[in-house]
């Protein structure tokens, strides 16, 4: 099973904008997918944006336009960057990766915030 490590959460003002970044500790090239995931309080976890291996991304209806998913496939990263935040965009943010073998792997996820 895949290490999966998030960083780059914290506490934004409405407008503003913060970038997550995600590390896969795994042999490199057996990822398929890689994508990011969130949970606010009292809600279940929800998908915000994926990407595979040859660049093709899905994001939810709410995200779309504001956040933007990128990979770097040589290091086994994945990066969202987060534009025009809401306080509804306000959740804990998991990183999943999914390998050709059809393993799934969860990070332990990072905090945003969005309150003035």
């Known amino acids: 099973q895949a290490q999966v490590a998030e960083s780059g959460g914290g506490l934004v003002r409405p407008g503003g904008s913060l970038r997550l970044s995600c590390a896969a500790s795994?042999?490199?090239?057996?990822?398929?997918?890689m994508g990011w995931y969130r949970q606010a309080p009292g809600e279940q976890r929800e998908l915000v944006a994926l990407?595979?291996?040859?660049?093709?991304?899905n994001y939810a209806d709410s995200v779309k336009g504001r956040f933007t998913i990128s990979r770097d496939n040589a290091k086994n990263t994945v990066s969202l960057q987060m534009n025009s935040l809401k306080p509804e965009d306000t959740a804990v943010y998991y990183c999943?990766?999914?390998?050709?073998?059809?393993?799934?792997?969860w990070g332990k996820g990072t905090l945003v915030t969005v309150s003035s």
């Open positions: 999943k990766v999914r390998q050709y073998s059809g393993l799934d792997s």
């Open positions: 990407i595979t291996r040859l660049g093709s991304t």
């Open positions: 795994v042999t490199i090239y057996t990822i398929d997918t």
